[in-house]
């Protein structure tokens, strides 16, 4: 984890994911974050991945879920899809809209 | 080299979890994937910790990888299947770092984890135990690895292929859109380099396109000229090396270099050129 970024739980240091997937918390700064969590049933769906696309589908970021299936994105400020996929071919999309310095919470239900 | 000699689908692993002359490894930055279910069978490698100088900015030298192989049980002889998360970047990435150091028995496992895990196969928490080995590795191929000298050199002379987002590609973010936005001073690219991200050449569940869709994608699309040289680069050169698999293992271009400094080094290099916005 880096030493540097102590108040988020996302490593800095490579591309990868952050160990035990995101921890969905208290956002960074001026940021435009995309985080929440996906459930099934209620239940925190903690195999799977999301997706954030731009138009056209344009892959833009993936991340897999954490144990309480959550996930976050730092984006660029702008509308973006969010697409979610789980085992059994469940999957989900929505659309979000990413502002500079705000966190936009999505909560998706498979 | 084709498609079937250096990738392999979930099948082909599965028969194979028991075979005495597989290694399977898993491949990540975060190891608590592994940690919390992985393939039978398979041990793990950090990508960070097992592969990465602890101190300068590069490998770990020839003696450190026999040294890891040799404690983790691989030996000279062994075929290695690797797979990792994030779509196979970091087994993709670990990939490229056997062949650097010659161990040519190695295969991709098509679609990683992730294809595992949306496929619903099995995964377990057991460790295997493997005797130690004695692994000689051989001096680093310098034909598949571009250091910063001869990428600043190729600019306009060979195919710069940048596989980042386009947001990084142009100048908006300066990492990919899940991590916090830190790492090179500038942001932009390489002048004349094209922006053919690593995700175009991946399907949803993480596997390759076919090599008719890699190479109109390729030579199509993005304008590469297959008759020169190439030089992929992303942040940190784990993406690349996905593009490096597709360029040199699948489409069997013959002179395709990884360049693993990448843009966290040249975003921060003093003096060199950087275009900012879309290709020009």
């Keep these: 984890m880096s030493e540097a970024n102590p108040a988020s739980t996302v490593t800095a240091n490579g591309c990868g994911a952050p160990a035990g997937g995101v921890s969905v918390s208290a956002a960074t700064g001026t940021q435009a974050v995309v985080e929440g969590h996906v459930t099934r049933e209620g239940a925190p769906v903690s195999t799977g991945y999301a997706r954030l696309l731009g138009s056209g589908d344009e892959f833009v970021a993936e991340v897999p879920l954490g144990d309480d299936g959550g996930f976050r994105f730092f984006a660029a400020p702008g509308s973006w899809t969010l697409r979610v996929l789980a085992p059994n071919g469940l999957r989900a999309e929505q659309p979000v809209q990413a502002d500079h310095g705000q966190v936009t919470k999505v909560e998706v239900s498979l | ?280």
């Design chain 2, 1 to 280: 080299m084709s498609r079937s000699d250096v990738l392999v689908d979930a099948d082909w692993a599965e028969a194979h979890i028991g075979d005495p002359d597989v290694v399977i490894v898993e491949v990540d930055e975060d190891t608590s994937a592994y940690d919390k279910g992985h393939i039978p069978n398979a041990i793990k490698i950090d990508w960070k910790k097992d592969l990465q100088d602890p101190v300068r900015r590069d490998f770990v030298d020839k003696t450190g990888f026999e040294n890891l192989l040799s404690e983790r049980g691989i030996s000279n002889d062994d075929t290695v299947l690797l797979y990792g998360g994030n779509n196979n970047w970091f087994a993709a990435y670990a990939y490229w770092y056997f062949r650097l150091y010659g161990h040519d028995k190695v295969l991709l496992l098509d679609g990683g984890r992730k294809k595992w895990e949306l496929d619903s196969r099995e995964l377990t928490r057991d460790v295997p135990e493997r005797p130690r080995t004695s692994y000689t590795a051989r001096e680093q191929d310098a034909s598949l690895r571009a250091l910063r000298d001869e990428v600043i050199a190729a600019i306009g002379k060979r195919n710069l292929v940048d596989v980042r987002s386009p947001d990084e590609f142009t100048g908006r973010l300066l990492a990919p859109a899940h991590l916090p936005q830190e790492q090179a001073q500038r942001a932009g690219h390489i002048p004349t380099a094209r922006n053919v991200p690593w995700s175009k050449a991946a399907n949803e569940d993480g596997t390759f396109r076919s090599d008719d869709e890699l190479r109109s994608l390729y030579a199509g699309e993005a304008g590469l000229d297959f008759g020169r040289d190439t030089i992929a680069y992303c942040r940190i050169g784990e993406r690349s090396a996905h593009t490096w698999f597709v360029l040199h293992e699948l489409l069997g271009q013959p002179n395709v270099k990884n360049y693993d400094g990448s843009w966290t080094e040249y975003g921060s290099l003093v003096g060199v050129p950087i275009e900012l916005g879309e290709a020009r």
